[in-house]
């Protein structure tokens, strides 16, 4: 094997009107920009990102991380000025902030916060290796305070508000599931004077929805609760057909 190269490297650049092809991704590298980029390490075994810092009028990310012999730890952080480049349709601010580990058994946990116009999310999840399948256990945290914001990117002149949380796990390599919703709307109004109608005032929503190895589809304690309806029950479906109990 070769010998470990010794790194303590400090990189600092310039840029203007990068060009990848992307159609998302070119608007917010235009302009002049800056790179900083501070390694310290034994290559390939060990490496340390002291600092990492990209920024242009369109996009400013840092971020920082350790690895070791394949495991590692890194964190990052994210801020766009404006996110309509990389969603058409949406515009105002965003940001992410967020830590990525591995560790020797390639065992990944993932925490994030996501900021954007009217809307908070916040998302912690562990990865199994692929042996397992990739299950993940995750739970999500969202808050959107105007439904509005969200018109041009889906073409519906919605508006309302939403809260909610989904907590559970996913076995992407079982194709399977296991989830837990627990959710609270006001107001929510999809353009559609009828269902607008239903969903007046504040509802909830809750149940727990799983899909097994054999691909039967389970809602089980569905909960959901307007002023002016209420579903409870469960459902259950696959292949051949489905059956629901529902008050």
Same mark, same amino acid.
């Given at each position: 094997?070769?010998?470990?190269? %010794?790194? #303590?490297?400090?990189?600092?650049?310039?840029?203007?009107?990068?060009?990848?092809?992307?159609?998302?991704?070119?608007?917010?590298?235009?302009?002049?920009?800056?790179?900083?980029?501070?390694?310290?390490?034994?290559?390939? #075994?060990?490496?340390?990102?002291?600092?990492?810092?990209?920024?242009?009028?369109?996009?400013?990310?840092?971020?920082?991380?350790?690895?070791?012999?394949?495991?590692?730890? =890194?964190?990052?952080?994210?801020?766009?000025?404006?996110?309509?480049?990389?969603?058409?349709?949406?515009?105002?601010?965003?940001?992410?902030?967020?830590?990525?580990?591995?560790?020797?058994?390639?065992?990944?946990?993932?925490?994030?916060?996501?900021?954007?116009? =009217?809307?908070?999310?916040?998302?912690?999840?562990?990865?199994?290796?692929?042996?397992?399948?990739?299950?993940?256990?995750?739970?999500?945290?969202? %808050?959107?305070?105007?439904?509005? &914001?969200?018109?041009?990117?889906?073409?519906?002149?919605?508006?309302? =508000?939403?809260?909610?949380?989904?907590?559970?796990?996913?076995?992407?390599?079982?194709?399977?599931?296991?989830?837990?919703?627990?959710?609270?709307?006001?107001?929510?109004?999809?353009?559609?004077?009828? &269902?607008?109608?239903?969903?007046?005032?504040?509802?909830? &929503?809750?149940?727990?929805?799983?899909?097994?190895?054999?691909?039967?589809?389970?809602?089980?304690?569905?909960?959901?609760?307007?002023?002016?309806?209420?579903?409870?029950?469960?459902?259950?479906?696959?292949?051949?057909?489905?059956? =629901?109990?529902?008050?």
């Amino acid at each position: 094997d070769p010998a470990l190269s %010794d790194i #303590d490297l400090r990189i600092t650049g310039t840029t203007r009107d990068i060009q990848t092809g992307i159609p998302q991704i070119d608007p917010l590298l235009a302009g002049p920009g800056a790179i900083d980029i501070d390694l310290t390490g034994a290559w390939p #075994d060990a490496l340390t990102i002291r600092s990492l810092s990209v920024g242009t009028p369109g996009i400013t990310l840092t971020g920082e991380g350790t690895f070791v012999d394949g495991a590692g730890i =890194a964190a990052v952080s994210l801020r766009l000025p404006d996110v309509a480049p990389v969603a058409p349709g949406f515009s105002g601010p965003a940001s992410l902030d967020g830590a990525i580990g591995r560790d020797e058994s390639g065992l990944i946990q993932l925490e994030a916060s996501v900021t954007g116009p =009217a809307t908070t999310a916040n998302v912690t999840a562990t990865i199994k290796p692929p042996e397992f399948g990739n299950h993940t256990d995750l739970s999500i945290a969202a %808050d959107v305070t105007d439904l509005a &914001v969200y018109r041009g990117l889906t073409g519906l002149p919605l508006s309302g =508000a939403f809260r909610g949380t989904i907590d559970g796990s996913i076995t992407p390599g079982a194709n399977a599931f296991d989830l837990t919703v627990d959710a609270r709307a006001t107001n929510i109004d999809p353009g559609n004077a009828t &269902v607008a109608r239903l969903l007046r005032g504040t509802g909830t &929503v809750a149940g727990r929805v799983s899909m097994g190895t054999d691909a039967n589809l389970r809602v089980r304690g569905l909960d959901v609760r307007f002023p002016n309806f209420t579903i409870t029950g469960d459902i259950g479906a696959n292949r051949n057909g489905g059956t =629901a109990t529902l008050d």
